[in-house]
């Protein structure tokens, strides 16, 4: 039963994806799509959170260091009440708090402004590490792209992390295996993923199927299990998942649906919803 209300959430997270996106007329539908389940999972289940109290000094924290998927992580927090999801067709708008990228400053439940590649890795960090000097129970997540990873900021990073022994973070890989340029192994391959995490000394998990609930859960349920060192969770996805003619295509990384694609796509998306609701 639960793993049919994440489906569903899912779902609805996706099409506030494409509505905000479209809206926008601009803005990336690929990322944000593949990591769909993974937004879903961590704010429905995962984390500790509270929509009515989105400050409070225990919550787990979440850094979007590949923060220009930010529809995907608005659709999130909208869906889980922390703003109107009617708010999502404001993305991107002359003074809406909807921003192109987080703004920890006016978006409700945004923990840290990102943007800039390599980035928010390093700010995940430095508030894993506050929670040990100051002795809180909050845990940290931070998300990255695959592409994002070739930035050497991650490996510093993650290099600190592993020193320092924080066992309250985790580090999430998208690994759909695109970019904007085409294919990361064509751009500039990180492979392997999972070997050069081990070497900066975290305890890492792969997911065959990162926008599987069944294996996300069993990913996070390890996460929390594991001391004396950081997690790293490299997850398999799909780019443009849930949407037929986005799947798997780079060219939608960063393009926003004109109003038949969008039609098509929201179509795609009530019909999964329908199938779902049969279960």
């Known amino acids: 039963m639960e793993n049919l209300r994440l489906k569903q959430a899912a779902n609805e ?43 409070d000094p225990d919550r787990d ?22 703003f109107p999801v009617e708010d999502l067709k404001t993305l991107r708008h002359l003074g809406s708090y909807l921003q192109g990228h987080p703004d920890m400053k006016h978006i409700p439940g945004v923990d840290m402004s990102s943007g800039s590649l390599g ?4 700010a995940a960090v430095g ?13 940290v997540y931070t998300l990255l792209g695959d592409g994002e990873i070739q930035e050497g900021q991650v490996w510093e990073a993650a290099m600190f992390a592993g020193h320092r022994k924080l066992d309250n973070l985790t580090v999430i890989v998208d690994n759909n295996g695109l970019q904007i340029d085409g294919k990361i192994e064509d751009v500039c391959s990180p492979y ?3 070997e050069k995490f081990r070497a900066f000394n975290f305890y890492v998990i792969n997911v065959d199927d990162g926008n599987n609930f069944v294996q996300l859960e069993a990913a996070f349920e390890k996460a929390r299990q594991n001391t004396g ?27 926003a649906p004109n109003d038949e694609e969008y039609a098509i796509a929201m179509e795609e998306l009530k019909k999964a919803g329908e199938a779902l609701c049969q279960k």
């Open 192 to 194: 392997p993923i999972d």
């Open 119 to 122: 980035q928010g890795i390093s």
């Open 229 to 255: 060192k950081p997690t790293a969770i490299i997850m398999k996805t799909v780019k443009g998942k849930g949407i037929s003619f986005m799947e798997n295509n780079a060219g939608w990384h960063g393009k």
């Open 13 to 55: 997270v996706r099409k506030g994806i494409i509505t905000a996106v479209h809206a926008a007329k601009a803005g990336h539908p690929g990322g944000s799509l593949s990591a769909a389940e993974l937004f879903t999972y961590l704010y429905f289940k995962e984390m500790k959170i509270d929509p009515e109290n989105p400050n």
């Open 61 to 82: 924290r979440f850094v979007l260091s590949k923060g220009h998927t930010a529809p995907g992580l608005y659709a999130a927090l909208a869906n889980r009440g922390y």
């Open 127 to 139: 508030m894993a590490l506050s929670a040990k000097l100051s002795g809180d129970p909050y845990r």
